[in-house]
């Protein structure tokens, strides 16, 4: 199956529970926390690619596998799921140990989690999209995030521009 085909049956199986209350599920632990749902974890891994999803991230290209070939991205809810924030792949994103540390305890987490919300659900309806869906390959990224990463470009140094574009043209070539 194609991966954005596989990511519009986990997607649509994630939005039927939530439709029969089942999202508000408890799971057993030393305490008591919502349970979290896999399907929509794989989902979000699966639209990553094994990049980070944080436009702002510096390494984004880094190999984030494990000495398996098993992926070292974490899925963050970006409001808390704890606190009640939706368990869906729009509302979720993939981040590098680094952007995840700082979006979870890093002094501008509040801001950091205001830039991302609006990159999920970006992500998450271009995966889900038709037009994407029937080129049969995966969907570009957003114009915002490119706008955001040209932005981010124009601040370095020529030096750290020069790394930064050789780094990207590696990646996409």
Excluded at 22 to 37: L, N, V, Y
Excluded at 99 to 104: E, P, R
Excluded at 111 to 121: G, I, K, N, Q, T
Aim: proline share 6%; hydrophobic share 35%.
């Amino acid at each position: 199956m194609p991966p954005q085909e596989r990511y519009r049956q986990l997607r649509r199986r994630v939005e039927e529970r939530e439709a029969d209350g089942r999202h508000e599920q408890r799971a057993d632990t030393a305490g008591s926390r919502r349970a979290r749902d896999r399907q929509a974890r794989e989902a979000v891994l699966l639209r990553s690619e094994g990049r980070c999803e944080n436009p702002w991230c510096f390494l984004p290209a880094l190999p984030y596998q494990t000495a398996a070939g098993g992926s070292l991205m974490e899925v963050d809810h970006i409001d808390d799921h704890a606190r009640g924030g939706r368990d869906h792949p729009s509302a979720m994103i993939a981040l590098c140990p680094n952007c995840h540390a700082n979006k979870t305890r890093g002094a501008g987490r509040a801001a950091l989690r205001e830039h991302l919300r609006p990159v999920a659900r970006e992500l998450d309806a271009a995966w889900d999209s038709d037009a994407a869906r029937a080129k049969g390959g995966l969907p570009p990224r957003s114009k915002t995030v490119l706008e955001q990463c040209a932005t981010l470009l124009a601040s370095l140094d020529d030096a750290d521009r020069k790394w930064a574009l050789a780094s990207l043209t590696d990646r996409f070539e």
